[in-house]
């Protein structure tokens, strides 16, 4: 299993950029989809969850700026970042729990990180 993410780069304070996070592989079914985010010096903490019902929390920094929803046809997870600050700069990590099999637990996948960087 490979999680390919996408979409990171610079943003202006207030404007609005879209994270992808597809996975690929032996999938037999995926359940919680997630991104998370890490600065130098600072633990890596949750962005937000979707379940595969399609619930959703958020940290709340981001609440009412960041939605995160997903594809499930396309096993894909994004994160669409609107009002973006300064603070938010860092490098974001899809994080999913992916079945390989009927018969085999769940399983945590992380992507690579993608930067995003918000300018003043």
């Known amino acids: 299993v490979q999680l390919q993410a996408s979409g990171g780069g610079l943003v202006q304070a207030g404007g609005s950029l879209r994270l992808s996070c597809a996975a690929s592989?032996?999938?037999?079914?995926?359940?919680?989809m997630a991104w998370h985010r890490q600065t130098p010096g600072k633990q890596r903490e949750l962005v937000g969850r979707i379940s595969s019902g399609g619930s959703t929390n958020y940290a709340d920094s981001v609440k009412g700026r960041f939605t995160i929803s997903r594809d499930n046809a396309k096993n894909t997870v994004y994160l669409q970042m609107n009002n973006p600050k300064p603070e938010d700069t860092a490098v974001y990590y899809c994080n999913v729990n992916i079945k390989t099999a009927i018969d085999r637990p769940a399983f945590s996948y992380w992507g690579q990180g993608t930067l995003v960087t918000v300018s003043s």
């Open positions: 592989g032996s999938i037999f079914s995926v359940n919680d």
